[in-house]
């Protein structure tokens, strides 16, 4: 079955450091990936999109690797704030899916001063 | 003024009652999407419907339904609702004439079902 992975525990990490998030998956032929936020009782705000024919995605301080060997995305945070603190989900749109996502379940980040 | 909006922000209802839940956009989208979030098991698709004519059940529409009343409008109900559709509810829309197809999502809908 189709699967998508994110670890479930929070990350804490202190602030300047670089986060680095971990979306794995499994059985799909992925046509995109996508990146959004999620502040508590909000709704999911994007980030970065990464096609499957390309390796890396920068945005400021953010950056998204997509290895369609490995079946894997790393998210990463550079220089990393409180502000950063939220959820992080990732989702896949599959190739010939219509452009319908399908979203992992998300890791929380925290960052202390 | 927020461009997806969602109605009710938080309800509370009882087993076997009809819920209705609104979501409006003015982003001009043709897309729009339900979704259910619960803990532990992410965001998961309801329905969509990619214009006006065009409705489709998305991973877990069992107890649902859904009306596309506008471009601008679309409603998810709950004919009868049970305990296990207490959850988050979010209305998104996207633009299919953008590549990135970049999601959208309103504030939410906190609904409990007693």
């Known amino acids: 079955s189709q699967k998508i992975e994110q670890n479930s525990e929070a990350l804490n990490i202190q602030e300047g450091k670089t986060a680095t998030l971990t979306c794995n998956y499994t059985?799909?032929?992925?046509?995109?990936l996508q990146w959004y936020r999620q502040d508590p009782g909000r709704g999911p705000v994007f980030l970065l999109l990464?096609?499957?024919?390309?390796k890396e995605k920068r945005k400021e301080r953010l950056k998204v690797t997509f290895d369609t060997t490995l079946k894997q995305s790393l998210f990463h945070i550079t220089a990393s704030q409180p502000a950063d603190s939220a959820t992080y989900l990732c989702?896949?749109?599959?190739?010939?899916?219509?452009?319908?996502?399908?979203f992992g379940t998300g890791t929380q980040l925290k960052v202390e001063l | 003024d927020a461009d997806v909006t969602q109605t009710p922000r938080n309800r509370i209802t009882k087993t076997g009652k009809r819920i209705m839940l609104e979501c409006s956009q003015t982003?001009?989208?043709?897309?729009m999407y339900w979704y259910r979030q619960d803990p532990g098991l992410g965001l998961r698709l309801i329905y969509y419907s990619f214009d006006v004519k065009d409705i489709n059940k998305g991973e877990i529409s069992d107890g649902y339904s859904v009306s596309r009343q506008a471009q601008a409008k679309f409603s998810l109900s709950l004919e009868s609702a049970i305990p296990n559709q207490t959850a988050l509810y979010f209305c998104?829309?996207?633009?299919?004439?953008?590549?990135?197809?970049?999601?959208?999502f309103g504030p939410g809908t906190r609904l409990t079902v007693l």
């Open positions: 989702a896949l749109a599959r190739t010939g899916g219509g452009n319908k996502l399908t």
């Open positions: 059985n799909y032929s992925p046509a995109y």
């Open positions: 982003k001009g989208h043709d897309r």
């Open positions: 998104a829309t996207s633009d299919p004439l953008r590549s990135t197809d970049t999601q959208y």
């Open positions: 990464i096609r499957e024919n390309e």
